[in-house]
């Protein structure tokens, strides 16, 4: 296990490395730069702040310098967020990310599963239908109608909840946007905790504990291991898609977190910010796979003696 | 054992447009005041408590000010957007200032004289102007902070607004050392300031935020972490607190500064929040007091549910469509004419921007300052028929229009549903003049490096908004000489003749019929073609008290009463 565990983590390094050189080579190709305006600046202003940056330099020198420095943990100065360095903005944002992705994860994760388990044993009834369609709305409506529609209904017409805004992350203002995150993700989860459970109901030996005569509850506590697989490979890349934050939840609610900051980065040229953004979510979906196979392993002997 | 591919999920999301919820919907419309009203039976008690624990000298008045964004930085020198501004207004103070209406008024300054030939200003500082740590505030903190700006190390953006200052863009081009900077301390409370050239427009210059001064000795000792918190010293109205990115900036009331006593609020918190129809929601709510923009495609609903707490002005900005006029044919300045004067321009304003925009028949909008009413096109007063008529007349003498070739142009704009719908009006409008138009679009960054730069267009959207209210600051985008804005390409040396005047006529009145004789040229020649003005756009809070509408959409916190 340990063995796997170090292997793996090992294999991470040039895997991160492509996908920083791509990235770092990608980002620049795009027109303009992260000081062009809509307005012109001044050839000599526009060189100035170049000198300031670094940018002057050629890209191979350029590309070197970000890798040593990020090889020391530093993520550089953001280009276009001048008061902060990379590495400070996600210092700030990250753990507000991390919190709501975090609990719109786990309440997924337990409504998911309760669904799915509930429309598995009562298939084809009233409990699944009900299930279903609430997994194909929760599925089918993107988040930037859901997140204004609770705004209208529980920040406006019941005034049950501040409309938006961190304050500090008090508990009221987390409520929508981590019931708004975890929404599509009960929905898949459901989805497929229902279809993997049918299937394992069906397997032999599910069937002899049948036979034994055993009680509903120790069936699903027998089925559920095999059923988990299937959810397990899924909920890798969503938790780190989850945990990076996300750009409509924490633009509409006013979150503080790094969600916007990639496709934010990406628009405004802020080439520093992007290559820090494409290295946390690489780490994340990296770690998050080896923890997924970890948990594969820790679920199913075969694969553990495979 | 099972190995998954790598997989990296870095998708595009949806960008955060809202459909708008059912608007009739009486239910999730409301008063910001009602909630108030309605929860009021239900928090008395707790009201009550909260009164009896609280003496009144710890009540606290705050505004909840919401932005469109958050500032890129708190180094004056170093911004260059309207929120930036805004919020740097109300933790600093220039030698000049804007009162509640947006004019320009004395800041630091106390008063000032200008030499006759307007190239020497002396300022006397006020003697009550402190930082906020209670030093005074100096006129060598001014030179510092001036040549801060212009030293090509700092990489100003906005550096070219005091190349006015002798020597500017010498030293920002790192031409001259630093010290040959027109701007000399000549006592602790005065300061010299030498021109490069006579610019009546000089002190309102001054008002933008490039010509805020940075306490040196914070510069000094912390670098560019002056902007910290911890670090901030402000000579304005409030001083920075906290700062956290898309989320909050707060900024407490500023005992030190020298209108202390008026200022009627204790502490501020700027909010960003770009998404216009979710800050509408936190508008209705009660959670902010004021917003400086609208989601467009609410403007019906706006008008209706929110009456006079949704507060438009006309605003120094014009939106228009710059003619290439270094292209043939539209180097014939009949072609430009005639395109200009079949336009529609009510209907854009009112259907394709839903009376966000006001119609424009004059390059420079009206009420800005040091000039009179504007010069419209001559033609503005006719019927659309005549005005059609007249038009195609024109291209038949060019040897176009119907009948003759067909005009063949390509109109370029920056992405955005409003520009687009805009550009598609034109072609409609100019097809009766048998043109025929090719919409051409891309991002804004390199639509802008197109339009000057390589200048491969034929037409294209454009739009300006003024830094200080100057006729100047909208003149100038015809000068031959202005390599950078003059898009149209335009040379005309009796306009750059008229420009070259004003700036040396020291009389105003005198100097504003210059400059409208400029603009009459302008408007005839059909460079730009001006399509409509912007207006601001404010959602306030009956809460708020001291607000007042005004052209430059200049709005300081100071001024600002919140009501109980």
Same mark, same amino acid.
């Given at each position: 296990m340990l063995a796997f565990l170090l292997r793996r983590t090992a294999a991470m390094v040039p895997t991160l490395l492509v996908i920083i050189t791509l990235a770092f080579f990608l980002i620049r190709l795009a027109p303009g730069g992260p000081f062009d305006l809509d307005r012109p600046l001044d050839s000599a202003t526009m060189a100035n702040l170049k000198r300031v940056y670094g940018l002057d330099r050629s890209l191979p020198e350029q590309y070197l310098s970000y890798l040593r420095a990020l090889v020391g943990g530093d993520f550089g100065p953001s280009l276009v967020i001048r008061d902060f360095s990379v590495g400070e903005i996600f210092a700030r944002g990250l753990p507000v990310s991390i919190r709501i992705g975090g609990l719109a994860l786990l309440l997924a994760l337990i409504a998911g599963l309760g669904l799915g388990i509930a429309a598995a044993l009562r298939r084809n009834r009233a409990v699944d239908y009900l299930v279903m369609t609430v997994a194909t709305l929760g599925l089918s409506v993107p988040t930037f109608v859901t997140a204004p529609l609770f705004q209208l209904f529980f920040g406006l017409s019941l005034a049950w909840l501040p409309v938006g805004g961190w304050n500090d992350g008090a508990w009221r203002n987390t409520v929508l946007p981590v019931l708004t995150l975890a929404l599509p993700q009960v929905a898949v989860i459901a989805r497929l905790t229902r279809a993997a459970m049918i299937e394992t109901l069906r397997a032999h030996h599910i069937r002899t504990l049948r036979a034994q005569g055993l009680g509903t509850a120790t069936i699903v506590r027998h089925a559920l291991r095999g059923a988990l697989l299937p959810v397990l490979s899924y909920l890798g890349p969503a938790a780190a898609h989850l945990l990076t934050g996300s750009l409509v939840v924490e633009t509409i609610f006013g979150l503080p977190g790094i969600g916007r900051y990639f496709i934010e980065g990406a628009l405004s040229r802020d080439y520093t910010l992007v290559m820090g953004t494409v290295v946390v979510i690489a780490l994340f979906v990296l770690i998050f796979n080896i923890l997924v196979d970890l948990a594969y392993a820790l679920l199913d002997p075969r694969v553990r003696h495979g | 054992?099972?190995?998954?591919?790598?997989?990296?999920?870095?998708?595009?999301?949806?960008?955060?447009?809202?459909?708008?919820?059912?608007?009739?919907?009486?239910?999730?419309?409301?008063? !910001?005041? @009602?909630?108030?009203?309605?929860? /009021?039976?239900?928090?008395?008690?707790? /009201?009550?408590?909260?009164? /009896?624990?609280?003496?009144?000298?710890?009540?606290?008045?705050?505004?909840?000010?919401?932005?469109?964004?958050?500032?890129?930085?708190?180094? !004056?020198?170093?911004?260059?957007?309207?929120?930036?501004?805004?919020?740097?207004?109300?933790?600093?103070?220039?030698?000049?200032?804007?009162?509640?209406?947006?004019?320009?008024?004395?800041? +630091?300054?106390?008063?000032?004289?200008?030499?006759?030939?307007?190239?020497?200003? +002396?300022?006397?500082?006020?003697?009550?102007?402190?930082? $906020?740590?209670?030093?005074?505030?100096?006129?060598?903190?001014?030179?510092?902070?001036?040549?801060?700006?212009?030293?090509?190390?700092?990489?100003?953006?906005?550096?070219?607004?005091? *190349?006015?200052?002798?020597?500017?863009?010498?030293?920002?081009?790192?031409? #001259?050392?630093?010290?040959?900077?027109?701007?000399?301390?000549?006592?602790?409370?005065?300061?010299?300031?030498?021109?490069?050239?006579?610019?009546? %427009?000089?002190?309102?210059?001054?008002?933008?935020?490039?010509?805020?001064?940075?306490?040196?000795?914070?510069?000094?000792?912390?670098?560019?972490?002056?902007?910290?918190?911890?670090?901030?010293?402000?000579?304005?109205?409030?001083?920075?607190?906290?700062?956290?990115?898309?989320?909050?900036?707060?900024?407490?009331?500023?005992?030190?500064?020298?209108?202390?006593?008026?200022?009627?609020?204790?502490?501020?918190?700027? *909010?960003?929040?770009?998404?216009?129809?979710?800050?509408?929601? =936190? &508008?209705?709510?009660?959670?902010?007091?004021?917003?400086?923009?609208?989601?467009?495609?609410? @403007?019906?609903?706006?008008?209706?549910?929110?009456?006079?707490? &949704?507060? $438009?002005?006309?605003?120094?900005?014009?939106? *228009?469509?710059?003619?290439?006029?270094?292209?043939?044919?539209?180097?014939?300045?009949?072609?430009?004419?005639?395109? $200009? @004067?079949?336009?529609? =321009?009510?209907?854009? #304003?009112?259907?394709?921007?839903?009376?966000? @925009?006001?119609?424009? %028949?004059?390059?420079?909008?009206?009420?800005?300052?040091? %000039?009179?009413?504007?010069?419209?096109?001559?033609?503005?007063?006719?019927?659309?028929i005549e005005r059609e008529d007249k038009a195609k007349a024109l291209l038949k003498a060019a040897g176009y229009g119907p009948g003759g070739k067909p005009l063949s142009i390509e109109v370029r704009y920056n992405t955005s549903e409003n520009h687009k719908n805009t550009s598609v009006a034109l072609a409609d409008m100019w097809k009766p003049l048998n043109v025929q138009v090719r919409l051409v679009n891309s991002d804004i960054k390199s639509h802008y490096a197109i339009l000057r730069e390589s200048r491969d267009y034929d037409i294209a959207r454009a739009g300006w908004i003024a830094d200080y209210s100057d006729p100047q600051n909208f003149l100038f985008l015809g000068q031959s000489d202005n390599k950078g804005l003059n898009y149209a390409g335009y040379s005309n040396p009796e306009f750059d003749e008229l420009m070259r005047k004003a700036a040396t006529t020291q009389d105003l009145k005198a100097r504003a019929d210059v400059l409208k004789e400029a603009e009459t040229i302008l408007v005839r020649d059909v460079p730009y073609i001006p399509l409509m003005f912007y207006i601001s756009k404010n959602l306030v809070s009956p809460k708020l008290g001291g607000f007042e509408d005004n052209v430059l959409n200049r709005h300081l916190s100071r001024f600002i009463a919140i009501r109980p």
């Open positions: - | 054992m099972t190995l998954f591919p790598v997989e990296i999920r870095l998708k595009l999301r949806h960008s955060p447009a809202i459909t708008p919820f059912d608007r009739k919907r009486d239910s999730a419309v409301r008063d !910001p005041n @009602m909630s108030q009203h309605r929860h /009021l039976a239900f928090r008395l008690p707790a /009201l009550v408590l909260a009164a /009896l624990l609280s003496s009144a000298a710890f009540a606290e008045t705050v505004f909840h000010r919401g932005a469109d964004g958050d500032p890129a930085s708190l180094d !004056p020198h170093a911004t260059s957007t309207v929120t930036e501004s805004d919020i740097l207004l109300d933790l600093l103070e220039g030698l000049v200032t804007y009162d509640a209406k947006g004019n320009v008024v004395p800041g +630091v300054a106390e008063r000032w004289t200008v030499s006759p030939d307007g190239l020497t200003y +002396v300022f006397t500082l006020r003697d009550n102007a402190r930082w $906020s740590n209670g030093e005074p505030v100096k006129a060598s903190d001014f030179v510092y902070s001036f040549r801060r700006l212009l030293n090509p190390a700092t990489g100003a953006k906005y550096a070219a607004m005091l *190349y006015t200052l002798k020597n500017g863009e010498k030293v920002n081009k790192g031409q #001259a050392p630093v010290d040959q900077l027109g701007a000399r301390a000549t006592g602790e409370r005065t300061l010299e300031l030498n021109l490069e050239y006579a610019a009546p %427009y000089f002190i309102a210059q001054l008002a933008h935020q490039t010509g805020l001064p940075v306490y040196p000795p914070a510069v000094e000792k912390h670098g560019k972490d002056f902007t910290r918190p911890e670090n901030w010293v402000s000579n304005g109205a409030f001083v920075l607190q906290s700062f956290q990115p898309n989320d909050k900036l707060v900024a407490v009331r500023n005992e030190a500064f020298r209108d202390a006593p008026n200022t009627k609020i204790d502490r501020l918190i700027y *909010y960003p929040l770009e998404d216009r129809s979710a800050a509408l929601r =936190r &508008f209705q709510a009660g959670e902010i007091h004021y917003y400086n923009d609208v989601p467009a495609d609410q @403007m019906k609903f706006i008008r209706e549910t929110l009456k006079d707490s &949704f507060r $438009s002005a006309p605003y120094l900005g014009t939106y *228009y469509f710059t003619v290439n006029t270094t292209r043939a044919p539209l180097t014939d300045a009949r072609i430009r004419q005639a395109l $200009s @004067m079949v336009l529609d =321009r009510e209907f854009l #304003a009112e259907q394709i921007w839903g009376g966000t @925009m006001i119609p424009a %028949y004059s390059f420079i909008p009206p009420g800005i300052g040091n %000039y009179g009413a504007p010069a419209e096109m001559a033609d503005k007063d006719l019927s659309p």
